[in-house]
């Protein structure tokens, strides 16, 4: 149980085939107590219900909603452990039908989002004396997008990583760590439908592990960033993506 005791805030929890809901889910089972955040208030019910657990409903965009959020967490738990950021959004749009209001809400949800938590959580991790944040970023913004996301997508995913880096760096000295997951094409529904079966498996045909990730398989990683058995790396970026892109 190398999260015993420990509380940790995870967002973009409420799709029950989502990163977060993985991390949740092997999270309690490594004895965290979890604070579940979503956009969708039902959605975030049910996964809090399944894992007996706090749900949240909160619009990430909203620096105000994620502050008020942590402060709720840390009142009701005594403070705040970890943060595993993975709310997020996607598009695949080509640059030139890119509108101002989607470009707005894919770079406001990745990027200003895990922004917007990072800050609200900060405080309580130096009261604590330390923590661990762990962002979800993407091959995408590894590799200019290619997969499904586009221009929007990849820019925002790229900047969570440049984000973990800096913030990695400058908290060091207050003994909170900070590092970046990039999974690469994973099964399950994050495109709402719009990546079918049949793009799936052409794209698994490219994967030297020739097959497509799994939600689990990424909050695995997750949990190694967020416990003690990561206790010396901070400012990574930890790729899940079957050997997609060896770098």
Do not use: W
């Not at 509380?7 to 004895?31: K, M, P, W």
């Not at 925002?156 to 973990?164: D, F, Y």
């Amino acid at each position: 149980m190398v999260l015993k005791d420990k509380l940790a805030i995870i967002t973009g929890a409420g799709n029950e085939q989502s990163i977060g809901r993985a991390a949740a889910r092997l999270f309690t089972a490594h004895g965290a107590r979890v604070v579940l955040l979503d956009l969708d208030g039902d959605a975030v019910a049910d996964a809090a219900a399944e894992l007996d657990a706090r749900g949240v409903a909160c619009d990430v965009r909203d620096a105000d909603a994620c502050r008020a959020a942590v402060r709720r967490a840390a009142a009701e738990y005594g403070g705040v452990d970890l943060l595993i950021s993975s709310a997020g959004v996607v598009h695949g749009t080509r640059v030139m039908e890119i509108t101002a209001a989607e470009y707005d809400q894919v770079l406001d949800v990745n990027l200003r989002g895990t922004f917007n938590m990072a800050q609200a959580v900060i405080p309580y991790l130096r009261e604590r004396g330390g923590g661990a944040i762990v962002c979800v970023s993407s091959i995408a913004g590894q590799a200019g997008g290619g997969v499904f996301g586009s221009s929007h997508y990849a820019a925002s995913k790229a900047g969570i990583m440049g984000l973990a880096k800096a913030l990695g760096r400058e908290l060091a000295a207050d003994h909170i760590r900070v590092n970046t997951v990039a999974p690469g094409p994973i099964d399950n529904d994050f495109t709402h439908g719009r990546m079918t079966r049949a793009i799936k498996d052409a794209i698994a045909r490219e994967i030297p592990l020739g097959r497509l990730g799994t939600p689990e398989e990424v909050a695995n990683v997750c949990l190694f960033l967020a416990s003690d058995l990561a206790s010396y790396v901070t400012g990574a970026v930890i790729d899940v993506n079957g050997g997609l892109l060896i770098h």
